[in-house]
């Protein structure tokens, strides 16, 4: 049964960041608010978490993970980033925008896009989601959380206790800023491309 963390938004207790980022190291899957709705988080290491989470979602293996970062130095450690795309990304973040990036050689060829070795980074402007990676001192892998026939994202931590509790680890219920997801930016291309509208405004 997974466990359930109330976590404040704005002050986030460290004793249950501590707890949560221990279920994440052994492999585990967590409910997480960011500020695009929540997300299914893991660590790259584990690949049978990943595999979990894309039966959670109902997706094959081609279906792309993001990175959630700290901050523009991490995206650069994972991602390869020239001038106009570093100026870009400091005016964007933190923020619900994913960016597609050539991936550095840091990324497990399993998580690129197997054509264009791109990945999705993004940095969330959410204070529980950054308290979580702080104290992993790494990234984390995640997908939106959208259930097969579902129209949106779940968005309430004890719905998706209910839904969940026997298929992932923990749920960190906390506020969220939006419910929707973020807006995608291929910045391969000059000028960058939308991929994707979301919650975050583009141009």
Same mark, same amino acid.
């Given at each position: 049964?997974?466990?359930?963390?109330?976590?404040?938004?704005?002050?986030?207790?460290?004793?249950?960041?501590?707890?949560?980022?221990?279920?994440?190291?052994?492999?585990?899957?967590?409910?997480?608010?960011?500020?695009?709705?929540?997300?299914?988080?893991? #660590?790259? @290491?584990?690949?049978?978490?990943?595999?979990?989470?894309?039966? %959670?979602?109902?997706?094959? +293996? !081609?279906? $792309?993970?993001?990175?959630?970062?700290?901050?523009?130095?991490?995206?650069?450690?994972?991602?390869?980033?020239?001038?106009?795309?570093?100026?870009?990304?400091?005016?964007?973040?933190?923020?619900?925008?994913?960016?597609?990036?050539?991936?550095?050689?840091?990324?497990?060829?399993?998580?690129?896009?197997?054509?264009?070795?791109?990945?999705?980074?993004?940095?969330?402007?959410?204070?529980?989601?950054?308290? #979580?990676? @702080?104290?992993?001192?790494?990234?984390?892998?995640?997908?939106? %959380?959208?259930?097969?026939? +579902? !129209?949106? $994202?779940?968005?309430?931590?004890?719905?998706?206790?209910?839904?969940?509790?026997?298929?992932?680890?923990?749920?960190?219920?906390?506020?969220?800023?939006?419910?929707?997801?973020?807006?995608?930016?291929?910045?391969?291309?000059?000028?960058?491309?939308?991929?994707?509208?979301?919650?975050?405004?583009?141009?």
């Amino acid at each position: 049964m997974a466990q359930y963390f109330v976590i404040h938004a704005q002050n986030p207790q460290a004793r249950l960041i501590q707890q949560a980022v221990q279920l994440l190291k052994q492999g585990g899957i967590l409910a997480c608010p960011t500020d695009s709705s929540y997300a299914l988080v893991c #660590l790259m @290491e584990f690949k049978e978490a990943q595999t979990r989470i894309r039966r %959670l979602r109902g997706v094959d +293996d !081609e279906h $792309p993970f993001t990175l959630i970062c700290r901050d523009l130095a991490e995206i650069g450690t994972y991602a390869k980033v020239n001038n106009s795309q570093f100026r870009l990304l400091k005016a964007l973040t933190p923020g619900a925008y994913t960016f597609l990036l050539e991936a550095s050689r840091e990324v497990p060829r399993r998580l690129q896009h197997p054509k264009r070795s791109t990945i999705g980074l993004r940095v969330p402007k959410h204070i529980v989601t950054q308290s #979580l990676l @702080e104290a992993l001192d790494s990234p984390m892998l995640s997908m939106t %959380l959208q259930l097969p026939g +579902d !129209e949106a $994202p779940l968005s309430v931590g004890w719905e998706i206790r209910e839904a969940l509790e026997h298929q992932i680890d923990a749920v960190i219920d906390s506020d969220i800023v939006h419910v929707g997801a973020t807006t995608v930016l291929d910045l391969t291309e000059d000028p960058p491309s939308l991929i994707r509208a979301g919650v975050a405004p583009w141009p």
